[in-house]
């Protein structure tokens, strides 16, 4: 289970451990903006949102331009949902056009997918193989990748 941390100024950050967040709310460098109901760590409700106490510039998340691609990224944009079937849990990334037959590898030609349906799929179009895809991929913003439900 993971914490979002946002800035001073409510802007999504990152997220952290459960560890983590206690220890930053023992430094006092963040409060607990969202809790999980009544679970107490200690002194502290077990936190869901902290919102550091003083802002921090994030000049760099923004010199980039747009979104480092990776495979992990894949499955957090799509939110670990398989495109091919839908359901939960999509445990690799598949190529929607295979890099043997031209794919590229970036944002808009990868998909989250099951291990069974990326083979099933194998070395076609979504077309050819009759497994049409659920959504189109998408380049994501730093919070569609930050904040994941």
């Excluded at 451990?17 to 502290?44: C, D, K, N, T, W």
Aim: glycine residues 6%; positive net charge; charged residues 20%.
């Amino acid at each position: 289970m993971s914490v979002i941390v946002l800035n001073a100024s409510y802007e999504p950050l990152h997220t952290v451990s459960i560890q983590h967040a206690i220890r930053m709310l023992v430094r006092e460098v963040a409060v607990v903006e969202e809790a999980h109901g009544e679970h107490y760590i200690g002194p502290f409700p077990v936190p869901r949102v902290l919102r550091l106490v003083r802002y921090v510039v994030t000049h760099w998340r923004y010199a980039a331009g747009r979104m480092k691609y990776s495979k992990h990224g894949v499955l957090r944009r799509d939110k670990f949902r398989c495109a091919y079937c839908g359901l939960e849990n999509a445990n690799t990334m598949d190529h929607v056009q295979p890099r043997s037959r031209g794919g590229r590898t970036e944002w808009l030609n990868a998909v989250a997918a099951h291990a069974s349906c990326n083979e099933r799929k194998g070395n076609r179009t979504p077309g050819e193989a009759n497994m049409p895809l659920l959504w189109q991929p998408w380049v994501p913003t730093r919070a569609e990748l930050v904040i994941v439900t």
